[in-house]
């Protein structure tokens, strides 16, 4: 299959036109008031900036702010998609990508399992890779082996084998872009999952 093609991992979900235009427009305008931070990632400030809502990756960072009510809807219909109650959604982060930003090669924070995500202002591709442990040996060379475009306006899911056993990384965009993630704690969303993944 063509490195190109909409080929995903088993787990990752993903829809088009998951939100209007209207929807898109009036999402980036309330994120227009949103103060970003910049974002260390492995040692090296990222490119993109960041905002976390709820929680964020660092369990020993300082509070962050609730997830905004401007978020609510979307972060329902996302749950609705998932089968899963809208508070299972524990972390909001709103990514800012100005052109040429990336996102490295990783795999999610181990605290969280579900990953919902919501493409805004431009489209950007994802790619996947099989996951390696730190202390494990590592091939020479290791390239992708699925590759996604995530459209405006769309969705995805990422749960199962596309969440635990591979690590992804968005190259550099070449438009602004802005993209909103929601995450469920790894105790709850065992149920939550299992859910969907039996579908």
């Known amino acids: ?15 088009d036109d998951f939100i209007t235009a209207d929807e898109e427009a009036a999402l980036a305008d309330a994120i227009s008031s949103i103060s970003f931070s910049t974002f260390e990632m492995r040692g090296v400030v990222a490119k ?4 976390f809502f709820g929680r964020s990756y660092d369990e020993g960072a300082a509070q962050v702010l609730p997830i905004p009510e401007f978020l609510f809807p979307l972060r329902a219909r996302l749950a609705g998609w998932l089968r899963a109650d809208p ?23 181990p605290q969280y399992a579900i990953v919902a995500g919501v493409s805004l202002l431009s489209a950007a591709r994802m790619k996947f890779r099989p996951y390696v442990a730190p202390n494990a040996p590592k091939p020479e060379r290791r390239v992708a082996t699925h590759e996604i475009v995530l459209e405006r306006r769309s969705a ?22 802005y993209s909103i993630t929601f995450r469920t704690l790894r105790s709850i969303s065992g149920r939550s999952g299992s859910r969907n993944e039996n579908r």
């Not at 299959?1 to 829809?15: E, K, N, Q």
């Not at 969440?163 to 872009?177: G, M």
Request: aromatic share 12%; glycine share 6%.
């Open 1 to 15: 299959m063509s490195l190109f093609a909409p080929d995903v991992p088993a787990g990752f979900l993903y829809r």
């Open 48 to 51: 993109r900036r960041v905002a």
């Open 87 to 109: 508070a299972d959604f524990a972390m909001a982060l709103i990514n800012e990508y100005t052109v040429g930003a990336p996102v490295g090669w990783h795999r999610d924070a």
């Open 156 to 177: 995805y899911l990422m749960t199962g084998e596309s969440r635990t056993r591979f690590e992804h990384h968005v190259p550099p965009v070449d438009a602004l872009r």
